[in-house]
Nanobody, 119 residues
């Protein structure tokens, strides 16, 4: 099982980044996918979630209207489009998969990708 994030980097305030998480080793279309972030010295927080078929998305209040989560079940990827970035968005962003498969509840995490918003 692998979740591999990409797309992080350094961006100026007001800029945009698109994160991508590529999944393998499990039946991606059965899993709810989420993006989390962890800033230095803080706990890991949920940012956005998308249901298995992509029909429902939810966001933490601080990113509503700026971030968009999407998925492609044919490509086994989940993306996070981040616009109007703020310095407080600086964190390590990681994707998480949650779902039932082989009669058990599975949770998988990626290693994360650094996003730094600074002028």
């Amino acid at each position: 099982v692998q979740l591999v994030e990409s797309g992080g980097g350094l961006v100026q305030p007001g800029g945009s980044l698109r994160l991508s998480c590529a999944a393998s080793g499990f039946t991606f279309s059965r899993y709810v996918m989420s993006w989390y972030r962890q800033a230095p010295g803080k706990e890991r927080d949920l940012v956005a979630t998308i249901t298995s078929a992509g029909g429902t998305t939810t966001y933490v209040d601080s990113v509503k209207g700026r971030f968009t989560i999407s998925r492609d079940n044919a490509k086994n990827t989940v993306d996070l489009q981040m616009n109007s970035l703020k310095p407080e968005d600086t964190a390590v962003y990681a994707c998480k998969a949650l779902g039932w498969e082989k009669s058990q509840l599975n949770v998988y995490w990626g290693q994360g990708t650094q996003v730094t918003v600074s002028s």
